[in-house]
């Protein structure tokens, strides 16, 4: 089965009407061997805030070390994101699997009348998925209620109901207390229930769960609502990004940030800690989990859609916020934001309170309607009536998301805010203006072209007909269905070729395959330059990977030695046990001397090491790490070269930074949030890459879909996350992480297709040196030197800007030979 028939066949199922109850579940799972008897779980239930605490409570578990899943709802691009392991997507392979497995099931079912919706499925799905993963611990945000919801198929051993207000009350009930006494059915069988609900709905789950822990924000005075077991309180703001909370319960107390605005969010966070505790005394690590651990794991809990600020000048924001009181929360915290005027653009679907809606959010300046590509959308006329009976003065009736965002950016001066909310789908159409990825595909024969579109799903047929015309440039990109009937018809007319993968059906966006010459491409993006669906900013990303709009390759780089050709930079590892030549330069004076040799060599950048990364390397502390890296910084002052520190701590960078270095190399891609803002504070360039685990944990299996693809999704979220910080994209360096969560043949395959990764838009870097990925080719693990010039010529030739090696002389010479077959007059006096 390939996964476009498995995902039509999921969504397929959304035609059915909800059935409350968990019997069809079961009976699915049983199926499956009962896998959720296997899997401790963690509900989260409630009207708002489910999403934020389940991501920060699973954040809290993976920082103590446990391997965690998520189960969450909706997905922006893909279903797979409702589903993740340690971080990481539910594989496309493992969709087919389970539907595949399940198919002939549920089409039985379906016929006997008796059908299963598409979240039960999807819940289905997400369990079986946990244990196969073999997770310590899975996450489930409830869909709707709780007693009546799909996840209560589990026996959870810690859960929690954030809020109660009045919603679905066609299902759930008329009152706050027949919808919490629903919820508190998520309740588990040896553990209190956390709640963050207050009056009515509080006084109905103390009746109905025997142990209740309460999390409230405390008061005036320290007085709190309830005689909350746990306090939270909200310190405001840090940044556009971040805001401060302050955790206090019986002997525990945590002072940390979360990566999201808004003081309802203190509460979010009080509730996930308190689960983390839970499970992490079920599980016996509870040792693991201090206040570190727990403010290491609220701040990570990235969480997209909430309040999202992507731009700061003017402030473009994101919100999900889909009822009145998620608009009034958008409300709150956008009075902490100094802003001048406030541009909406508003987006919902029918069955939504729109002028309740409307109510609770600040009067705008200007509105523009939408509609989301969804068949449950508003219709944009009817949303822009509902402005207009509120008294705002300026109202246009748009149409698809991107062209009403474009319209409202147009409107905005610096000092104010474009602020664009009303349902998490409308959002995922909106970010799609900063996540979208046009990557150029190596295509050099009939083979080339068969993998590109069989990865694509494009169907065997179409495939048979087209693999001929894509042997030249081509591109992929993912669209909306209607952005790809527009985009296929514009290219056939400017006489290139454009496939699409097998519709999957609304929810989950198609892959497009763009074949031509440069002239067919320029013909298609002045096609659609003035197309609807917010098809010219699709336009303007196409021109700019192919080529059309040329830069110099110095352009936006500030002079520094990638932008003219590849760079070679030289490994200094101060460390008593790198897996190469740990040791050697431990001294000051030695790794003096190593580093003026590398630099009269030819090396331009010198990345200086204080902590291992290689296989079962213990954690160097953070004061032992800058006592070994800071003195040969400061020794280095005066050679020919930028200096790079390679670390994972923002303490250690920003001491680098103070020593005189030039680079922050951060092997986790990010992993602590504070480098990101630290690279925006000093305005240097910072190395993100993508890393499973780093250290590198021995024997780890990693399953991709495709490793480039997959390196490529996942680099752009973290870049996505530098550039919200203020670092900007030239000053982003990316590394697809050789050895680090990779098989030997994928090591190999990323280094034939480092093209691809120009769909990032940043300069690439490749780490390879005498790693074991050599031994494919017969060449010893530790010790290849010949291997590793090979590559690094390979790299050059392929695109990379920075090759990162141990051996900078022989390195030297075979960049300059893959650089000189492209370009030899670069070489002549």
Not at 24 to 41: G, I, K, N, Q
Not at 586 to 607: C, K
Request: aromatic share 6%; charged share 25%; glycine share 8%.
């Amino acid at each position: 089965m390939q996964y476009h028939e498995a995902v039509r066949f999921l969504f397929d199922l959304r035609r059915f009407q909800v059935k409350p109850g968990t019997a069809s579940v079961r009976a699915l799972l049983a199926e499956f061997d009962d896998p959720h008897e296997d899997v401790t779980f963690v509900q989260v239930a409630g009207s708002n805030g489910k999403g934020s605490t389940a991501r920060m409570t699973e954040s809290v578990l993976r920082e103590a070390g446990l391997s965690a899943g998520l189960y969450t709802s909706p997905h922006f691009e893909t279903l797979r994101e409702r589903i993740w392991v340690d971080g990481r997507k539910i594989p496309e392979a493992s969709v087919c699997e389970f539907v595949e497995r399940a198919k002939p099931w549920l089409v039985g079912r379906a016929a006997d009348g008796d059908p299963l919706t598409f979240f039960e499925v999807m819940t289905a799905l997400s369990v079986w998925y946990f244990a196969e993963a073999n997770v310590d611990v899975a996450v489930l945000e409830v869909g709707m209620g709780g007693k009546l919801d799909a996840t209560s198929v589990v026996d959870p051993v810690a859960a929690a109901v954030t809020n109660v207000s009045l919603e679905h009350t066609a299902v759930l009930g008329d009152t706050v207390e027949e919808i919490a006494e629903k919820k508190a059915a998520v309740a588990p069988a040896n553990r209190p229930l956390v709640t963050g609900a207050t009056g009515a709905a509080l006084s109905t789950i103390r009746e109905q769960v025997g142990s209740v822990v309460t999390v409230g924000a405390a008061g005036t005075g320290g007085a709190t609502p309830n005689d909350a077991d746990v306090t939270v309180r909200s310190e405001g703001r840090v940044n556009h990004q971040e805001s401060a909370v302050s955790v206090v319960g019986d002997g525990w107390r945590v002072d940390g940030r979360v990566p999201l605005l808004g003081a309802y969010q203190a509460e979010n966070a009080g509730i996930a800690c308190v689960l983390a505790r839970q499970i992490a005394d079920e599980l016996g690590v509870g040792t693991e989990l201090d206040a570190a651990t727990l403010e290491r794991g609220l701040r990570t809990a990235h969480w997209p859609g909430r309040f999202e600020v992507m731009e700061t000048d003017p402030y473009v924001v994101l919100d999900g916020a889909h009822n009145p009181g998620a608009c009034e929360s958008v409300a709150t915290v956008l009075e902490d934001f100094d802003v001048e005027d406030l541009h909406l653009v508003f987006g919902a679907m029918h069955d939504k309170d729109h002028r309740e809606m409307v109510d609770a959010l600040p009067d705008p300046d200007s509105v523009v309607t939408c509609r989301p590509n969804n068949p449950r959308s508003e219709d944009p006329e009817v949303l822009a009536r509902v402005f207009e009976d509120a008294g705002v003065g300026e109202v246009t009736v748009g149409d698809d998301v991107a062209s009403a965002l474009a319209s409202a950016r147009e409107r905005a001066d610096a000092g104010d805010c474009v602020l664009a909310l009303g349902s998490l789908f409308l959002v995922a159409e909106a970010r799609a203006t900063w996540t979208r990825v046009v990557t150029p595909r190596t295509v050099r024969d009939r083979s080339d072209a068969d993998r590109l579109l069989e990865r694509a799903h494009v169907d065997a047929a179409t495939a048979a007909e087209t693999r001929d015309d894509a042997i030249h440039r081509a591109v992929t990109l993912p669209l909306q269905r209607r952005q790809a009937r527009a985009v296929k018809t514009a290219m056939l007319e400017a006489g290139g070729d454009c496939v699409t993968s097998a519709d999957p059906g609304d929810g989950e966006l198609a892959e497009a395959v763009l074949a031509g010459t440069l002239p067919e491409f320029e013909r298609l993006t002045e096609r659609l330059a003035d197309a609807p669906y917010g098809l010219a900013g699709v336009a303007a990303d196409v021109r700019e990977r192919v080529g059309l709009d040329f830069e110099t390759e110095s352009d936006g780089a500030d002079g520094y030695p990638w932008a003219d050709g590849t760079a070679v930079m030289g490994i200094l590892n101060v460390t008593p046990d790198s897996f190469h030549d740990g040791g050697e330069f431990y001294d000051t004076t030695a790794a003096l001397e190593r580093a003026e040799a590398m630099v009269e060599a030819g090396a331009d950048i010198i990345d200086v090491g204080g902590e291992s990364t290689r296989p079962g390397a213990e954690a160097v502390p953070v004061d032992e790490e800058i006592r070994r890296i800071v003195p040969v910084i400061e020794a280095l002052a005066d050679v020919d070269a930028l200096l790079s520190v390679d670390t994972r701590k923002a303490a250690v960078g920003e001491a680098a930074l103070d020593a005189g270095a030039d680079v922050l190399n951060d092997v986790t891609g990010l992993e602590d949030p504070q480098m990101r803002f630290l690279a925006a504070e000093r305005d240097v360039p910072v190395i993100v890459m993508h890393s499973i685990d780093a250290p590198v944990v021995p024997g780890k299996d990693v399953d991709y879909d495709d490793v480039v693809d997959d390196v490529i999704d996942e680099l752009g979220e973290r870049i996505l996350l530098a550039e919200k910080a203020g670092v900007p994209r030239e000053n982003v360096i990316v590394d697809p992480g050789i050895g680090f969560g990779k098989s030997k043949a994928e090591n190999f395959e990323i280094l034939d297709r480092l093209g691809e990764f120009d769909a990032l838009g940043c300069p690439l870097l490749f780490g390879h040196s005498h790693k074991s990925m050599f031994e494919l080719v017969d060449a010893e693990a530790g010790d290849n030197p010949v291997a590793t010039a090979a590559a690094s010529a390979v790299a050059a030739d392929r695109g990379a800007d920075i090759v990162r090696v141990h051996d900078v002389p022989e390195n030297v010479t075979a960049v300059n030979v893959a650089l000189a077959t492209r370009n030899p007059e670069r070489f002549e006096e």
